[in-house]
């Protein structure tokens, strides 16, 4: 072999072979990510704030809304971060069955969460108050739908986790990827909370 294609292949095992992955990328795109989020339930509430009122002769909110399953949906969801804040510390002492545990019992709490969404949701449009029943209903099933969509995807990204971490254990990219979903449910949580106090109970006032 030559000198000169020697050197050339020093130079590309030096500067092509590792892959460039900047510190702090992937939580900064998901932090990106979030912001775009937030314009997306921004556009929500702000339809929901200007149509929630044009009932079109059909029921409102007071008529429909169930307060107390809503509290006890809400519950499941804020037990659900608490959980999925277990499973973080634990997974800091590198207790990995633990931090599977609480993954698991963070998932249950998800679906619980989604299974009374779904209810609500089946029972209104059985009541003949569904999405096209009146503006007021549609921004409801708007709103509250996409929040759903959200647990939903959320709930399919925490399996995909768990399987992650029962082949390969915590390692740095699972806790990497245990922060970003972190990030996730809680940003949900926060939302849920401005959909629990804007349209639930100021629906019932």
Excluded at 41 to 55: H, T
Excluded at 182 to 191: A, E, G, K, R, T
Aim: aromatic share 16%; glycine share 8%.
């Amino acid at each position: 072999m030559s000198a000169t294609m020697k050197d050339t292949t020093d130079i590309s095992a030096r500067y092509f072979v590792r892959e460039h992955h900047p510190e702090n990328g992937t939580l900064l795109g998901f932090w990106i990510y979030l912001m775009s989020d937030c314009l997306l339930f921004a556009c929500l509430f702000s339809a929901y704030a200007i149509l929630g009122r044009n009932y079109a002769g059909g029921p409102t909110g007071a008529e429909l809304f169930d307060l107390p399953l809503v509290a006890v949906n809400t519950a499941f969801l804020l037990l659900s971060s608490i959980t999925y804040g277990f499973a973080m510390l634990e997974s800091q002492k590198k207790k990995l069955g633990l931090t599977i545990f609480w993954l698991i019992v963070t998932g249950l709490f998800g679906l619980a969460f989604l299974s009374l969404e779904l209810y609500e949701f089946n029972h209104l449009i059985h009541e003949g108050a569904g999405p096209d029943r009146s503006a007021f209903l549609t921004s409801f099933f708007a709103l509250v739908g996409t929040h759903g969509l959200h647990v939903t995807f959320g709930i399919v990204w925490l399996v995909t986790l768990l399987f992650q971490l029962k082949k390969h254990g915590l390692t740095h990219e699972n806790k990497r990827r245990m922060m970003c979903l972190s990030m996730f449910w809680h940003f949900l949580d926060v939302v849920w909370i401005g959909v629990f106090t804007f349209v639930y109970l100021m629906g019932v006032m």
